[in-house]
């Protein structure tokens, strides 16, 4: 059991994931004089980098300016951190950041944030809900893997991409809105998501990666943004449970009524923000 660390003014270097799996540590000082290092909120923090490089389940990370981004595995096996609040001026969450903090349920992360690293939340299975803000574009390999918990995940439209395995065991997942600027979704990305029900998928995604929904046994709804023919143009990896549901494609109005009305086919359209299917 490692309570407290105290840095010593004469250290000039710290490895990576120096303290991982310290879950007892409670305090971070810094001794004064130290060229290199500070700490403040029991953080410890590369003073010229602006990098938060470990913290504890006490850690309040500053709000001065101080800490511009969270280093690698920062929080890494913290489990006993219940929640975090990441201040404005943070734009970088680094890889492995929170892994593994088993214990945290809330985490807000600020518009200032612009990417969030490999497995940056793997395995906080805790965690129910995220926003991604409007400033982050890529969501990275593993990202919130193993977030067990999570039932809700809001998903900016600035986002592009969205990486191998990022929401990869999301097993309590129900529905999940791909927004309109993401043109792939990666290898397994929401493999073992096995409550997702429901999924928008934008006429802006162009591929779909392998075993991308593998695993998605309670899939029953694809609503598509674009026409038939354009989601047989998409690249779909095998194995995936995408095949298994219905998919719906866009209609502004109904397809049913009216001059040049169809007789088959499955279309829909939002009702105050729902996906709603056009009835025949």
């Not at 951190?81 to 890889?95: A, R």
């Not at 919130?144 to 097993?171: H, K, M, P, Q, Y």
């Not at 989601?231 to 549901?245: H, K, P, R, T």
């Not at 009524?257 to 009702?271: D, L, S």
């Amino acid at each position: 059991r490692l309570p407290s660390i105290t840095v010593p003014s004469s250290v000039t270097s710290i490895g990576l994931s120096a303290f991982v799996g310290c879950r007892s540590l409670t305090s971070i000082t810094v001794e004064s004089g130290n060229k290199v290092y500070h700490s403040a909120g029991n953080c410890l923090i590369e003073t010229e980098s602006e990098t938060l490089i470990a913290g504890c389940s006490n850690s309040m990370i500053p709000t001065d300016g101080s800490v511009t981004s969270i280093g690698y595995s920062a929080f890494e096996a913290c489990t006993s951190l219940k929640s975090i609040i990441i201040p404005d001026n943070v734009t970088s969450i680094g890889g492995f950041a929170f892994r593994y903090c088993t214990a945290l349920a809330s985490v807000t992360i600020p518009n200032s944030v612009t990417s969030i690293g490999l497995g940056a939340f793997e395995g906080c299975s805790s965690l129910t809900n995220i926003t991604i803000p409007s400033s982050v574009t890529s969501i990275g390999l593993w990202a919130f893997e193993g977030c067990s918990s999570l039932t809700n995940v809001t998903i900016s439209s600035s986002v592009t991409s969205i990486g191998t395995r990022a929401f990869s065991g999301c097993s309590s997942l129900t529905n999940v809105v791909i927004p309109s600027g993401v043109t792939s979704i990666g290898l397994s990305a929401f493999e073992g998501c096995f409550s997702l029900t429901n999924v928008v998928i934008p006429s802006s995604v162009t591929s779909i990666g392998t075993r991308a929904f593998s695993g998605c046994s309670s899939l029953t709804n694809v609503y598509y943004g674009g026409t038939a023919e354009q989601w047989n143009e998409i690249s779909i990896g095998s194995s995936n449970s995408l095949a298994d549901a219905t998919c719906y494609y866009y209609s502004e109005t109904n397809p049913f009524e009216g001059a040049g009305a169809v007789t088959e086919g499955n279309y829909w359209h939002y009702v105050d923000g729902v996906p709603t299917v056009w009835a025949k």
